[in-house]
């Protein structure tokens, strides 16, 4: 497939329009994601490989927010805040008399006789992090936050963390069920922390979540250099969704700006970023080149998933005026742009992958397709929890005229999740460092 043919090619339905922007000031019950491909039939089953599984429907998630607790409320409002408050939420999926045989067979299976909601149960603010506290500074309350973010990272299989930053209208709940139905997924076996940022949680006020999100930017950074410097975990790994991505790309870039006399591999070191995922990123894509082009090599990898059809990022073109990193136009970009990011998808620590263009049942114009499809979830799945590159996950690879490469789902894909799984398991859990 030609270079030339990432641009957009999206025309939105005015009844798609009409239809959204009715359902703008709503902020709609999160029910369990589709269960993943590889997991489907069972002979994938990363449940029975927790030693340490609570065979419960109860779900606890770490978070960071530089939101305003909300009165009244379990949780957190939209209004920004300049402490960062660090604690820990729990969910539940189905209902008070949900056993976790149900639960356990629901989450193994292709079809379900129901949907299963998740509820925020409760939410407990262990301590707050003032913005003028340099990182090597912590209050009792900090330290005792830190033990229980570290002795989960120990209590888990592979001891990494990953960071999960919403899109915009999301409010608090939403962004947190959303982490947890993904740490469901892995078995309970990946320890998940949400960074919530005061998106106004609604599509009438987008233009409010660009100017938030270009504000929590600097405290997702802070946040970073935070847990690497107190948690014990091997890798920090982050998935930026949609807007989120307005987020984590600049804050990348103010940590590699702020060490610029530590050379690539010391920073790595220091920072110990894993996977850094943009699931339909939502950020100007000529500023996302910039941003990654300083802080590509400071991390394992970064992924970038695309999909030209994808309705949302069509609406969001419009608001900005610019195309989407996640349905990206090079035509924008320069003759130098062009060269660097038909280089840099060649590299080992970049790779697009380009879901619109594969043979995906069901993906269609979908922006949440990262949790939503099967397909899609599986591999985000194994690359967290293996550090395996697109080949090792069972992705194909597809040259651009020009040199570079872009990555895509081969028809066969399900088999081919499920004989990854099985090669990764056989040989150890894959290091990045060795990359």
């Not at 330290?143 to 973010?149: D, S, T």
């Not at 959303?178 to 960074?195: K, R």
């Not at 847990?227 to 790309?249: C, E, F, N, P, Q």
């Not at 992924?303 to 609406?315: A, I, K, S």
Request: charged residues 20%.
């Amino acid at each position: 497939m030609a270079f030339q043919t990432f641009r957009r090619n999206l025309r939105i339905s005015p009844w798609l329009m009409l239809a959204l922007l009715l359902l703008a000031g709503c902020q709609p019950t999160v029910y369990l994601m589709p269960t993943p491909v590889a997991i489907q039939g069972g002979r994938i089953d990363p449940f029975v490989h927790n030693p340490n599984l609570e065979r419960s429907n109860r779900i606890r998630i770490f978070y960071a927010t530089n939101r305003q607790p909300a009165e009244g409320e379990a949780g957190y409002g939209n209004v920004p805040d300049e402490r960062l408050h660090l604690g820990e939420a729990e969910l539940k999926i189905g209902d008070r008399q949900t056993l976790w045989e149900q639960l356990y067979a629901t989450s193994t299976r292709k079809k379900r006789d129901r949907r299963w909601p998740l509820r925020l149960v409760d939410v407990r603010e262990s301590a707050a992090y003032p913005a003028d506290l340099p990182p090597e500074t912590l209050s009792p309350a900090l330290r005792r936050f830190f033990r229980q973010l570290n002795a989960a990272i120990e209590a888990s299989q592979h001891r990494e963390l990953t960071i999960y930053i919403h899109g915009a209208n999301n409010n608090f709940y939403r962004g947190a069920a959303q982490a947890a139905q993904f740490q469901h997924f892995t078995g309970h076996n990946a320890v998940l922390m949400l960074f919530a940022w005061p998106s106004a949680a609604s599509l009438l006020r987008y233009g409010t979540d660009v100017e938030q999100a270009a504000v929590s930017a600097p405290v997702l950074s802070r946040l970073l250099r935070l847990l690497a410097r107190h948690t014990r975990a091997r890798h920090i790994s982050i998935i930026a969704y949609s807007a989120g991505a307005m987020v984590s790309s600049p804050a990348l870039r103010m940590l590699r700006e702020a060490e610029s006399g530590l050379s690539d591999k010391a920073l790595y070191r220091k920072l110990r970023l894993g996977e850094i995922y943009y699931a339909a990123p939502d950020v100007d894509f000529r500023g996302f080149l910039h941003d990654l082009a300083r802080y590509q090599e400071i991390g394992c990898n970064v992924t970038l998933t695309v999909n030209l059809n994808d309705y949302v990022l069509g609406m969001a073109r419009g608001f900005h005026g610019s195309s989407r990193a996640g349905a990206p136009d090079v035509e924008e970009l320069n003759e130098e742009e062009t060269r660097w990011l038909l280089d840099a998808s060649s590299r080992t620590s970049f790779d697009i992958l380009d879901v619109g263009d594969s043979p995906i049942p069901g993906l269609g114009s979908a922006h949440d397709f990262w949790y939503h499809n099967p397909w899609v979830s599986t591999d985000v799945l194994i690359q967290l929890l293996y550090h395996a590159r697109p080949a090792l996950r069972g992705l194909e690879e597809q040259p651009l005229e020009g040199g570079g490469q872009v990555w895509h789902f081969p028809s066969d894909y399900p088999a081919r999740a499920v004989a990854a799984v099985e090669h990764l398991e056989q040989i150890g859990h894959y290091d990045c460092d060795q990359r």
